[in-house]
């Protein structure tokens, strides 16, 4: 009895022992099973509508250019060697630096106002609808508004005539400073934003502790504030750099042609000229560019990674 007993106790001992084992291995294996369902969509979406139209792009890079456009073969690096023909580099280096002064202005006009709203009480949601009012009309429609008001025949031009500061109509259309102004305009509540959330989380403990130490209010700003807004610097500098850095509508617009920057480029390789390898090559070192800005700003905040 006591063996048979004994064998017993050993049989449930063991069945327990391995419940235990075989308990958790299921659940695992439940949760793996949900995870991959339901991730299943966004996987198929990724690379249905990015990875394979990025191989396509990628093949037509390594392709020639047909005689009358489209692609054909063999396979050749040539469109990635034109890239470094000087005059490629100088659209490059000119996409650069617009985008890179479009984001600095964003950033000093931005953060004050984004300061502004974070303290203002009752009035904040009045101010982010404000922000955000530009949203409600077509870019393109505001576009064209900006021109309208900066061509020789336009407002502004009309009332320093009709004031008599100058004689003769000022040249604020078609040049450099109009892309970088419709820029600014375009994509400065891409900054605004990301600043605000940050600075509204803000404790106003912070500066009332800087000015009992002897700080003015410029020096708070600055050792208190400045630092505690740098991840939403970061997300903003990143949201407006990289639109800016690829825009081709605000420059063909406002620049009129004359100030070229790498997404007229592309465009106009797969429209005009029909190089679509060349376009493709193009695109391709667009997307490494943002891949580094990413890499690089990511770096300095790890709330981006």
């Given at each position: ?82 890239i470094f023909d000087p005059l490629y580099l100088v659209i490059l280096w000119r996409s650069v630096w617009i985008a890179a002064v479009s984001t600095a202005f964003c950033l000093i006009l931005a953060f004050p106002l984004a300061l502004y ?56 259309l078609f040049n450099t400073g109009a892309v970088i102004l419709g820029l600014i305009y375009g994509y400065l509540p891409f900054m605004v934003l990301p600043l605000y959330a940050t ?107």
């Amino acid at each position: 009895m006591k063996s048979a007993f004994s064998e017993t106790a050993t049989v449930q001992t063991k069945t327990q022992d391995e419940k235990r084992h075989v308990l958790p291995v299921s659940k695992a294996t439940v949760g793996l099973a949900l995870r991959t369902l339901f991730l299943s969509p966004a996987a198929f979406i990724m690379l249905s509508f990015f990875f394979v139209p990025l191989l396509i792009v990628f093949a037509y890079s390594l392709l020639s250019r047909g005689p009358y456009g489209g692609v054909m073969l063999p396979w050749t690096v040539e469109s990635y060697v034109r890239i470094f023909d000087p005059l490629y580099l100088v659209i490059l280096w000119r996409s650069v630096w617009i985008a890179a002064v479009s984001t600095a202005f964003c950033l000093i006009l931005a953060f004050p106002l984004a300061l502004y709203i974070a303290r203002a009480g009752s009035r904040k949601t009045l101010m982010l609808n404000l922000v955000m009012l530009p949203f409600w009309t077509s870019f393109l429609i505001r576009t064209y508004a900006w021109m309208f008001l900066l061509r020789d025949t336009g407002l502004i031009n009309t009332v320093l005539e009709a004031l008599h500061v100058i004689h003769d109509p000022l040249p604020l259309l078609f040049n450099t400073g109009a892309v970088i102004l419709g820029l600014i305009y375009g994509y400065l509540p891409f900054m605004v934003l990301p600043l605000y959330a940050t600075l509204e989380k803000l404790d106003p403990a912070l500066l009332d502790a800087a000015a009992d130490l002897g700080a003015s209010p410029a020096v708070a700003i600055w050792r208190v504030v400045v630092p505690i807004s740098r991840p939403g610097m970061i997300a903003g500098c990143l949201l407006v750099f990289i639109p800016c850095l690829g825009a081709y509508l605000t420059p063909d617009l406002m620049g009129g042609g004359k100030t070229v920057m790498i997404g007229n480029l592309v465009q106009n390789q797969f429209t005009t000229a029909r190089d679509w390898p060349f376009g493709a090559a193009i695109s391709l070192l667009l997307m490494a560019m943002v891949l580094l800005v990413m890499r690089a700003l990511g770096d300095r905040g790890e709330e981006l990674l």
